[in-house]
Protein backbone atom coordinates (compact mmCIF):
# COMPACT_ATOMS: atom_id res chain seq x y z
CA UNK A 1 0.00 0.00 0.00
CA UNK A 2 2.51 2.53 0.75
CA UNK A 3 4.15 1.76 -2.19
CA UNK A 4 1.49 2.54 -3.83
CA UNK A 5 0.84 6.13 -2.25
CA UNK A 6 4.46 6.44 -3.40
CA UNK A 7 4.22 5.64 -6.81
CA UNK A 8 1.08 8.60 -6.49
CA UNK A 9 2.83 10.99 -4.97
CA UNK A 10 5.75 10.47 -7.92
CA UNK A 11 3.31 11.08 -10.50
CA UNK A 12 1.80 13.91 -9.34
CA UNK A 13 5.21 15.69 -8.43
CA UNK A 14 6.02 15.56 -11.91
CA UNK A 15 2.93 16.44 -13.22
CA UNK A 16 3.28 19.70 -11.37
CA UNK A 17 7.16 20.23 -12.61
CA UNK A 18 5.57 19.53 -16.10
CA UNK A 19 3.54 22.03 -15.73
CA UNK A 20 5.27 25.30 -14.93
CA UNK A 21 6.72 27.97 -17.36
CA UNK A 22 10.60 27.43 -18.69
CA UNK A 23 12.44 30.58 -17.60
CA UNK A 24 15.55 31.60 -19.54
CA UNK A 25 18.82 32.87 -17.11
CA UNK A 26 20.68 35.58 -18.92
CA UNK A 27 23.04 38.18 -17.49
CA UNK A 28 21.82 42.04 -18.19
CA UNK A 29 24.52 43.28 -16.24
CA UNK A 30 27.05 44.28 -18.61
CA UNK A 31 25.59 44.35 -22.33
CA UNK A 32 28.26 43.67 -25.09
CA UNK A 33 26.86 45.72 -28.47
CA UNK A 34 28.15 45.15 -31.62
CA UNK A 35 28.67 48.26 -33.33
CA UNK A 36 27.47 49.14 -36.40
CA UNK A 37 28.47 52.24 -38.47
CA UNK A 38 26.01 55.07 -38.51
CA UNK A 39 24.97 54.66 -42.37
CA UNK A 40 23.52 51.01 -41.47
CA UNK A 41 22.01 51.76 -38.12
CA UNK A 42 20.18 54.45 -40.07
CA UNK A 43 19.27 52.57 -43.32
CA UNK A 44 17.59 49.33 -40.86
CA UNK A 45 15.02 51.82 -39.36
CA UNK A 46 13.47 51.43 -36.15
CA UNK A 47 15.61 51.79 -32.80
CA UNK A 48 19.50 52.04 -32.67
CA UNK A 49 21.80 50.07 -30.80
CA UNK A 50 22.76 51.50 -27.72
CA UNK A 51 24.19 51.35 -24.60
CA UNK A 52 21.53 49.82 -21.57
CA UNK A 53 24.27 49.71 -18.81
CA UNK A 54 21.80 52.45 -16.94
CA UNK A 55 18.32 51.19 -18.43
CA UNK A 56 18.50 47.84 -17.03
CA UNK A 57 16.82 46.37 -20.69
CA UNK A 58 18.73 44.08 -22.64
CA UNK A 59 19.22 45.36 -26.44
CA UNK A 60 18.50 42.95 -29.16
CA UNK A 61 21.00 43.22 -31.73
CA UNK A 62 20.47 39.54 -33.44
CA UNK A 63 18.94 40.89 -36.52
CA UNK A 64 21.41 43.40 -36.81
CA UNK A 65 23.68 44.11 -39.74
CA UNK A 66 27.28 43.24 -37.91
CA UNK A 67 30.58 44.44 -39.37
CA UNK A 68 32.48 42.15 -41.86
CA UNK A 69 35.46 40.65 -40.18
CA UNK A 70 38.63 42.62 -42.09
CA UNK A 71 41.48 42.42 -39.65
CA UNK A 72 43.44 45.70 -40.24
CA UNK A 73 41.97 46.45 -43.59
CA UNK A 74 39.75 49.58 -42.30
CA UNK A 75 43.37 51.10 -41.08
CA UNK A 76 44.86 52.88 -43.76
CA UNK A 77 48.98 53.95 -43.89
CA UNK A 78 47.73 57.63 -43.39
CA UNK A 79 45.53 56.29 -40.70
CA UNK A 80 48.11 54.32 -39.08
CA UNK A 81 50.69 57.39 -39.03
CA UNK A 82 48.22 59.95 -38.03
CA UNK A 83 49.46 61.67 -41.32
CA UNK A 84 45.84 62.58 -42.47
CA UNK A 85 44.69 65.86 -43.63
CA UNK A 86 42.50 67.85 -40.54
CA UNK A 87 39.72 70.19 -41.20
CA UNK A 88 39.45 73.53 -39.51
CA UNK A 89 36.85 71.78 -36.94
CA UNK A 90 39.69 69.36 -35.96
CA UNK A 91 41.64 69.33 -32.59
CA UNK A 92 45.08 69.64 -34.25
CA UNK A 93 46.32 69.63 -30.84
CA UNK A 94 44.60 66.39 -29.83
CA UNK A 95 45.95 64.42 -33.32
CA UNK A 96 49.57 66.47 -32.79
CA UNK A 97 49.55 64.43 -29.41
CA UNK A 98 48.51 61.38 -30.33
CA UNK A 99 51.03 61.25 -33.00
CA UNK A 100 53.30 61.69 -30.34
CA UNK A 101 51.97 58.41 -28.47
CA UNK A 102 52.06 56.07 -31.58
CA UNK A 103 54.57 53.66 -31.08
CA UNK A 104 54.83 53.56 -27.51
CA UNK A 105 55.07 49.85 -26.15
CA UNK A 106 52.08 48.48 -23.75
CA UNK A 107 53.50 48.34 -20.31
CA UNK A 108 51.03 47.54 -17.46
CA UNK A 109 50.27 50.54 -14.92
CA UNK A 110 52.58 52.44 -17.07
CA UNK A 111 52.27 55.61 -18.89
CA UNK A 112 54.94 57.22 -20.07
CA UNK A 113 54.93 58.98 -23.98
CA UNK A 114 57.35 56.85 -25.76
CA UNK A 115 58.43 54.79 -23.25
CA UNK A 116 55.56 52.23 -21.91
CA UNK A 117 51.70 53.11 -21.28
CA UNK A 118 48.86 50.90 -20.52
CA UNK A 119 45.07 52.19 -22.58
CA UNK A 120 44.13 53.87 -18.94
CA UNK A 121 47.59 55.46 -18.75
CA UNK A 122 47.70 57.14 -22.08
CA UNK A 123 43.96 58.57 -22.05
CA UNK A 124 44.79 59.98 -18.70
CA UNK A 125 47.87 61.97 -19.94
CA UNK A 126 46.32 62.98 -22.74
CA UNK A 127 43.33 64.44 -21.17
CA UNK A 128 45.15 65.93 -19.02
CA UNK A 129 47.34 67.70 -21.17
CA UNK A 130 44.84 68.37 -24.23
CA UNK A 131 41.92 69.22 -22.75
CA UNK A 132 43.10 70.25 -18.73
CA UNK A 133 40.79 67.05 -17.09
CA UNK A 134 41.75 64.92 -14.30
CA UNK A 135 40.32 61.30 -15.39
CA UNK A 136 40.53 57.84 -13.11
CA UNK A 137 43.59 55.73 -13.71
CA UNK A 138 41.28 52.82 -14.36
CA UNK A 139 38.92 52.32 -17.20
CA UNK A 140 35.84 51.20 -15.61
CA UNK A 141 36.44 53.61 -12.78
CA UNK A 142 36.60 56.06 -15.96
CA UNK A 143 33.42 54.67 -17.41
CA UNK A 144 31.55 55.08 -14.24
CA UNK A 145 32.60 58.04 -12.11
CA UNK A 146 34.16 60.38 -15.52
CA UNK A 147 31.89 60.02 -18.32
CA UNK A 148 27.92 59.84 -19.42
CA UNK A 149 27.58 56.82 -21.80
CA UNK A 150 26.14 58.12 -25.17
CA UNK A 151 24.82 57.04 -28.63
CA UNK A 152 26.87 55.92 -31.04
CA UNK A 153 24.92 58.34 -33.40
CA UNK A 154 26.69 60.89 -30.96
CA UNK A 155 30.40 60.22 -31.47
CA UNK A 156 32.54 63.02 -31.97
CA UNK A 157 36.65 63.72 -31.54
CA UNK A 158 37.63 63.19 -28.14
CA UNK A 159 34.97 60.77 -27.14
CA UNK A 160 35.87 57.64 -25.75
CA UNK A 161 35.34 54.05 -26.19
CA UNK A 162 35.30 51.81 -23.46
CA UNK A 163 35.31 47.87 -24.88
CA UNK A 164 35.08 44.43 -22.61
CA UNK A 165 38.07 42.10 -23.30
CA UNK A 166 38.01 40.46 -20.28
CA UNK A 167 36.43 36.85 -19.29
CA UNK A 168 34.66 38.43 -16.21
CA UNK A 169 32.19 41.09 -18.29
CA UNK A 170 33.71 44.27 -17.12
CA UNK A 171 34.96 47.05 -18.77
CA UNK A 172 38.72 46.33 -18.97
CA UNK A 173 39.96 48.85 -22.52
CA UNK A 174 38.92 52.27 -23.36
CA UNK A 175 40.54 54.58 -26.52
CA UNK A 176 39.87 57.95 -27.64
CA UNK A 177 37.73 58.69 -30.23
CA UNK A 178 38.65 60.73 -33.35
CA UNK A 179 36.24 60.47 -36.65
CA UNK A 180 35.69 58.15 -39.47
CA UNK A 181 35.33 55.15 -37.55
CA UNK A 182 39.42 55.46 -36.02
CA UNK A 183 40.28 55.93 -32.29
CA UNK A 184 43.59 55.25 -30.65
CA UNK A 185 44.17 53.54 -28.05
CA UNK A 186 47.06 51.43 -26.51
CA UNK A 187 47.06 47.71 -27.69
CA UNK A 188 48.63 45.21 -25.44
CA UNK A 189 50.27 43.33 -28.64
CA UNK A 190 50.75 46.63 -30.49
CA UNK A 191 51.19 49.30 -28.17
CA UNK A 192 49.66 52.52 -28.76
CA UNK A 193 48.17 52.41 -32.51
CA UNK A 194 44.83 53.23 -34.61
CA UNK A 195 41.98 51.06 -35.08
CA UNK A 196 38.71 50.86 -36.61
CA UNK A 197 35.39 50.34 -34.55
CA UNK A 198 34.20 47.86 -37.18
CA UNK A 199 37.08 45.83 -37.25
CA UNK A 200 36.08 42.50 -36.01
CA UNK A 201 37.69 42.44 -32.53
CA UNK A 202 36.68 45.81 -31.59
CA UNK A 203 33.06 45.61 -32.94
CA UNK A 204 32.78 42.37 -31.23
CA UNK A 205 33.79 43.25 -27.54
CA UNK A 206 32.82 47.12 -28.05
CA UNK A 207 30.47 47.96 -24.57
CA UNK A 208 29.15 51.54 -24.63
CA UNK A 209 30.45 55.44 -26.28
CA UNK A 210 30.98 57.78 -23.53
CA UNK A 211 31.66 61.69 -23.65
CA UNK A 212 34.07 62.77 -20.48
CA UNK A 213 32.02 65.32 -17.98
CA UNK A 214 33.29 68.65 -18.22
CA UNK A 215 34.81 69.90 -14.64
Given amino acids: MSRRYGKMILYLAAAVFMSLPIV ?3 S ?3 NTHTYRP ?3 RRNRGGDDSRDDRNAGSKVDNSDRKRPTP ?3 DFVSDEWARLDIKLGRHDNKDLYKEL ?3 LGTPYVYAAHSCGEGTDCSGMVMEVYQKIYGIK ?3 NSAKMLEENCVP ?3 DDLREGDLVFFITSSDGHVSHVGIYLKDNKFVH ?3 SRGVAVDDLRQNYYATHFHTAARVKKK
Fill in 70 to 72: SGN
Fill in 38 to 40: YHE
Fill in 186 to 188: ASS
Fill in 28 to 30: TSH
Fill in 135 to 137: VHR
Fill in 150 to 152: IDL
Fill in 99 to 101: KRW
Fill in 24 to 26: SCR
